[in-house]
T-cell receptor, first 115, second 115 residues
Framework: GAVVSQHPSRVICKSGTSVKIECRSL??????MFWYRQFPKKSLMLMAT?????????EQGVEKDKFLINHASLTLSTLTVTSAHPEDSSFYIC???????????FGQGTRLTVV | AQSVTQLDSQVPVFEEAPVELRCNYS??????LFWYVQYPNQGLQLLLK??????LVESINGFEAEFNKSQTSFHLRKPSVHISDTAEYFC?????????????FGTGTLLAVQP
């Protein structure tokens, strides 16, 4: 199956700093990528939909100025957590779709810890 | 809007016993249905999916799920589980409109296989 690489897998940062997470589709072009946040023992919460070359669409309650999403190419989307605080600590997962394909391919996830 | 309900947060089962993980959904439109598996600190892997056709779908590792439209269910079953099946299982839906391929997840069921 298609491969989606997410980097870094783990990151620890100080409160107030920004962290960038990358999501790459390695062997296909991803016209749409999704960013999810997963709390412990909870489901995945969709944060935003990222379409190549256009602004991301954020879900209700997600601060677009805090979670900056860029999808500059068909193989790369980035999520930047700006001015991170301890409550932003979570597991962030991206997924990617190729064209009209219904199947989502997920990255390995990023464990963010803000201290 | 769609929603997914996984009533069981955790299902303990002995090795080689059968198991059923329940999933019910709510939607005003026709949907595609998915089961994903997540191993600790990893992303999600597609286990199986129902798009159309036969209501019984199977995975390569012995799981199967049956789409029941009248009961709006898509329960996951395996006749004999292995220790290696221990993981978190997520049921998900997306609407057949397919404009966004947005996935809505259930809260997950931890399958804990005991020797």
């Amino acid at each position: 199956g298609a491969v989606v690489s997410q980097h870094p897998s783990r990151v620890i940062c100080k409160s107030g700093t920004s962290v960038k997470i990358e999501c790459r589709s390695l062997d296909f072009q991803a016209t749409t990528m999704f960013w999810y946040r997963q709390f412990p023992k909870k489901s995945l919460m969709l944060m935003a939909t990222s379409n190549e070359g256009s602004k991301a669409t954020y879900e209700q309650g997600v601060e677009k100025d805090k979670f900056l999403i860029n999808h500059a190419s068909l193989t790369l989307s980035t999520l930047t957590v700006t001015s991170a605080h301890p409550e932003d600590s979570s597991f962030y997962i991206c997924s990617a779709h190729e064209g009209g394909n219904t199947e989502a391919f997920f990255g390995q996830g990023t464990r963010l810890t803000v201290v | 809007a769609q929603s997914v309900t996984q009533l069981d947060s955790q299902v303990p089962v002995f090795e080689e016993a059968p198991v059923e993980l329940r999933c019910n959904y709510s939607s005003s439109v026709s949907v595609y249905l998915f089961w994903y598996v997540q191993y600790p600190n990893q992303g999600l892997q597609l286990l199986l999916k129902y798009l159309s056709g036969s209501t019984l779908v199977e995975s390569i590792n012995g799981f199967e799920a049956e789409f029941n439209k009248s009961q709006t269910s898509f329960h996951l079953r395996k006749p004999s589980v292995h220790i290696s099946d221990t993981a978190e299982y997520f049921c998900a839906v997306s609407d057949q409109d397919g404009a966004t391929n947005k996935l809505i997840f259930g809260t997950g069921t931890l399958l804990a296989v005991q020797p």
